[in-house]
């Protein structure tokens, strides 16, 4: 049987845990019936997925309240000891209000409209935390967001990394709890000179001539200097820190281009 929408709003439990449930079921059976609601899993996915792994017939019992959201909000916020980054990941999933417009999706899931105030509320964290989860879930690979929602890396770190393009990303990723936090503490400045770094730089064919006339170190300057430029273009206005970044990049660069002449 497949997931209700609120229930997806909520990490499942580690594997470790479910076995654990799993072999509790097998000894005790299951104490609590799986709630259903509109043909699908409203409560009790983890139940479910324990009494398969030891070939236990399911107990259901259909949701008969009218608050569907609210009652997966609360019996899973009481039972279950979410951390912070966890609680912000759901709370980005829950508010799907955003300028006072639902979107689409959360009109054909037919969801309740939460606004992020409400949802920071619901969950007791600070409407930040919401903040900086739903940039994790804007640009974020779903790796990172994955770490986030097991409570692995805070909100803060995860953020930070979602900022970063695709390939940072992947690669801070790779390195586990360690690498996030690691790429998370960089200076933006710092972040920004590796990805540039690490970019392909596609020149005209002057530019290339030009830069091959010139010292290896002269000629790796101004293909950082150049890619700078272009990145320019593609960043959003009100990313101060972000342009800021690449203005003292750039600044760099020129300078040492400059100076070599």
């Known amino acids: 049987m497949k997931s209700h929408e609120y229930a997806d709003l909520f990490p499942m439990m580690a594997t470790a845990d479910i076995a654990r449930l799993a072999e509790d079921i097998r000894e005790n059976g299951q104490a609590d019936p799986i709630i259903t609601y509109e043909g699908k899993i409203l409560d009790g996915r983890n139940r479910h997925q324990a009494c398969l792994l030891v070939d236990v017939d399911p107990v259901f019992a259909e949701y008969d309240g009218t608050e569907p959201l609210a009652f997966v909000v609360s019996h899973n916020l009481h039972r279950r000891h979410l951390s912070e ?122 530019e290339q001539s030009s830069t091959r006339q010139k010292p290896l170190k002269i000629a790796h300057a101004m293909g950082i200097f150049y890619v700078a430029k272009n990145h320019m273009n593609k960043i959003a206005k009100n990313d101060i820190e972000r342009i800021d970044a690449l203005k003292a990049m750039i600044d760099y660069c020129n300078n040492r281009i400059e100076s070599k002449k």
């Open 85 to 206: 980054s966890q609680r912000g990941m759901v709370g980005a999933k829950l508010a799907n209000l955003q300028n006072g417009f639902r979107p689409p999706s959360a009109i054909a899931l037919g969801q309740t409209p939460v606004t992020q105030k409400q949802a920071a509320e619901m969950l007791n964290i600070g409407v930040d935390s919401i903040k900086r989860s739903k940039q994790v879930l804007k640009t974020g690979i779903p790796e990172l967001q994955d770490m986030q929602m097991s409570g692995e890396v805070s909100a803060k770190a995860a953020c930070e990394v979602a900022k970063l393009p695709e390939e940072e990303q992947r690669k801070a990723v790779s390195g586990g709890v360690a690498g996030v936090k690691a790429a998370a503490k960089k200076p933006r400045s710092e972040q920004h000179s590796d990805s540039l770094e690490s970019a392909s730089y596609e020149s005209t064919d002057q």
